[in-house]
């Protein structure tokens, strides 16, 4: 059964960086697309970046391009997610996800079928 286990959220200051871990247990992620998502108070849960099996990126949300980046390492089965010149609006808990079924690419990835971790909060405030 994979496990999907975020660390790295905390506190930070407008403009700071954070850098997000998404590590896996239990199945490898070689094959595997792998998006993060962030559900800021009281509102829904939204895809921000996702990266294919062969590493190519998609951005689900227009405010982070530019700032953030994921990565991933097959050999370590662990996901990154970098966040720079980080802004109020960028707090939320932010959650890894893993769908098997998509065939390794982000357009095939489906939220409702994926393994989620169990996220980290991120608060952005002076």
């Known amino acids: 059964q994979l496990q999907l286990v975020e660390s790295g959220g905390g506190l930070v200051q407008p403009g700071g960086s954070l850098r997000l871990s998404c590590a896996a247990s239990g199945s490898r992620l070689d094959n595997d697309a792998i998006g993060w998502f962030r559900q800021p108070p009281g509102k829904e849960r939204k895809g921000v970046l996702c990266?294919?099996?062969?590493?190519?990126?998609?951005n689900y949300e227009d405010s982070v391009e530019g700032r953030f980046t994921i990565s991933r390492d097959n050999a370590k089965n662990t996901v990154w997610l970098q966040m720079n010149n980080l802004e109020p609006e960028d707090t939320a808990v932010y959650f890894c996800?893993?769908?098997?079924?998509?065939?390794?690419?982000?357009?095939?990835?489906?939220?409702?079928?994926?393994?989620w971790g169990q996220g980290t909060q991120v608060t952005v405030s002076s």
């Open positions: 990266v294919s099996h062969g590493g190519i990126t998609t």
């Open positions: 996800a893993v769908d098997p079924e998509s065939a390794g690419l982000c357009r095939l990835f489906e939220p409702s079928r994926a393994y």
